[in-house]
């Protein structure tokens, strides 16, 4: 028989998780990297920095996706909601792990201010899960529209040559879209654009700061 977790377990179980994540340690990727295979590309040294602020950004972006779906797992009201968060942020973790195996090939690192942004996303994650799971979900399909958007738009930016990172955003680009379309169909409310336009606008913030910090 499977033991109920206890609010104080899910604490324990979150205080692993920000560990593995804002550490870079313990986490493993259930998926191969989709650059796995692929040669390295020869980029000249601004381009090397270019790419590499890029993957910052988007690690940066799965860190907060870690705290997002932790804090709203944390708060959601029905088990089946709880447990599709828990899912999505395990497909996530893919996500980190090749961010962070290719900024290592990329002889960079992640951003400094990952810990205050796994602050701040932990703590909208949880509040919008305090709310309710439907506003909880289409926070969910808010921000993934907001991740496909970057990734799109860092798709356009990379160097033609560039394949393994190209590789990995598109595979993250085609899970994000899915976990925006799975949290409508599960009864996410579709954010009103104003909303959407504030998300927007923060997630400039994070992502004009992580390229460079």
């Given at each position: 028989?499977?033991?109920?977790?206890?609010?104080?377990?899910?604490?324990?179980?979150?205080?692993?998780?920000?560990?593995?994540?804002?550490?870079?340690?313990g986490n493993t990727a259930g998926r191969p990297s989709p650059s796995r295979g692929h040669s390295e590309s020869t980029l000249d040294e601004p381009s090397r920095r270019h790419v590499a602020g890029l993957m910052r950004v988007n690690h940066t972006g799965e860190v907060c996706a870690q705290a997002l779906y932790q804090g709203q797992a944390m708060t959601a009201k029905l088990p089946t909601v709880r447990e599709e968060m828990q899912q999505a942020a395990e497909e996530e973790v893919d996500h980190l792990v090749w961010c962070e195996e290719r900024l290592r090939q990329l002889n960079s690192r992640p951003s400094v201010l990952n810990p205050a942004w796994y602050g701040l996303s932990f703590a909208l994650g949880a509040l919008a899960g305090a709310v309710g799971d439907a506003v909880s979900l289409g926070f969910v399909a808010a921000?993934?529209?907001?991740?496909?958007?970057?990734?799109?738009?860092?798709?356009?930016?990379?160097?033609?040559?560039?394949?393994?990172s190209r590789l990995i955003l598109q595979q993250m680009l085609e899970d994000e879209e899915r976990h925006g379309e799975n949290a409508l169909a599960a009864g996410g409310h579709d954010f009103p654009r104003p909303v959407k336009n504030a998300m927007t606008a923060l997630s400039q913030v994070m992502t004009r700061s992580s390229y460079y910090i």
């Open positions: 028989m499977t033991r109920r977790l206890t609010f104080v377990d899910r604490l324990i179980c979150e205080a692993d998780t920000v560990m593995r994540t804002l550490t870079s340690r921000t993934e529209e907001r991740v496909c958007a970057h990734l799109k738009d860092h798709l356009r930016q990379l160097p033609e040559d560039d394949r393994r």
